[in-house]
């Protein structure tokens, strides 16, 4: 189970920390990440952060958006600093798990996703 919080309406130029908490997983976790859905547009990724530690940033949030994770407690965030009303989004905490007898692929897409949270910048 994957729950996220943080998320809720700010003005132009604010700032927000999401977070996402996940239970257990049962197997190897080869990444993680945020990605967010506009209305009328399609889901993209915002974030990910994989299991050697390197990150990877959408180029519209290059910058001004910060990932990082707490592994003890399986604790995910988002620090959005300069948001801007493009920001504006339902935003998803996803993960990647295989078995732990897969080697994890070099880039991977999400097999779990949160239930979402939105997002709402005005001007």
């Known amino acids: 189970q994957v729950v996220e919080s943080g998320g809720g309406s700010v003005q132009s130029g604010g700032s927000l920390k999401l977070s996402c908490v996940a239970s257990?997983?049962?197997?190897?976790?080869?990444?993680r990440g945020w990605y967010r859905q506009a209305p009328g547009k399609e889901r993209e990724v915002v974030s990910t952060?994989?299991?050697?530690?390197?990150?990877t940033y959408a180029d519209s949030v290059k910058g001004r958006f910060t990932i990082s994770q707490d592994k003890v407690n399986n604790a995910l965030y988002l620090q959005m600093n300069s948001l801007k009303t493009d920001d504006t989004a339902v935003y998803y905490c996803?993960?990647?798990?295989?078995?732990?007898?897969?080697?994890?692929?070099?880039?991977?897409?999400?097999?779990?996703w949160g239930q979402g949270t939105q997002v709402t910048v005005s001007s």
């Open positions: 996803v993960a990647r798990i295989v078995p732990f007898f897969v080697v994890c692929p070099g880039s991977w897409s999400p097999n779990y």
């Open positions: 952060i994989n299991s050697d530690g390197t990150t």
């Open positions: 257990e997983y049962t197997g190897r976790r080869c990444g």
